[in-house]
């Protein structure tokens, strides 16, 4: 087993030498502490080691990452920001530097365990968890959430691409009534003009009401629903909602709802869609992912 001392308690060590100079031989003092002397004169030449001089500039980079973020990202979305602007430095060497100076990423919630329920009489689970899937509008999830304000609760609707996890719909409301789940759809419909589209939704009444069944069908859209009280079964929609409360939300308490649909836009429209790194893909953003996956035209011959 090697006794040779760290560079931190060599570097700690000429400090205290440095410190007390005036008091003791600094040859005394460097034999007594297992150092040389000479490597002491060096270090007042050039405190600062050339690895922590890159430390430093690292970290800096780290920083930039970690706020633009808005405190979201961990080592290994911060690593890929690095990579991207051309730096080479190893994953485990940014992990060291934010935990070493205490940069860590918001945790999420405790995940509620959930018995297995009954599927829908009405409309059968066509999805069945099939969660990647290879084109646009392929499939798409949806789901209702709320978020706490001082003037009451704001309802929040979502649609989801499962093939670039890109919220494509969205709407908010003071009450969780059925048309805040056709806003958003609706949204989702004019944006992508689907055909074929399965939509995928829990059991909720707004899911299960004739009116959306009615859109579905003169919207080509095929709906598919989960088992009860399985929220395994629309996963993704889950994710994507602890995401938006660990992320943004944080669990504050808005002034009123218009506070909370214009972070809440901002959030869905400027950072998750645009720049979020997705880990299902392979870092890149929604938008970045529909893009590099988007047909080339072919040439006129």
Known sequence: MSTKPSAGRVRATYEFVKTHRDKYSVQMMCRVLGVASSGYYEWLQRPISNRAQEDARLLRLIRASFVASQGVYGAPRV????????????????????????????????????????????????????????RPNKAWVTDITYIRTWQGWLYLAVVMDLFSRKIVGWATGPTIRRELALDAVLMAVRRRRPRGTLVHSDQGTQFGCDAWRRFCHSNHLEPSMSRKGNCWDNAVAESFFSSLKKERIKKQIYRDRALAVTDVADYIVTFYNRTRRHSHLGGLSPEQFEAAHKPRRQGVH
Request: net charge positive; hydrophobic share 35%.
């Open 79 to 134: 690593f890929l920001d690095l990579r991207e602007a051309g730096e080479t430095c190893s994953k485990h060497r940014v992990t060291r530097l934010m935990r070493l100076n205490n940069l860590r990423a918001l945790h999420g919630y405790r995940t509620r365990r959930w018995s297995v329920g009954k599927p829908s009489a009405l409309i059968p689970n066509i999805l069945q968890r099939q969660f990647t899937v290879t």
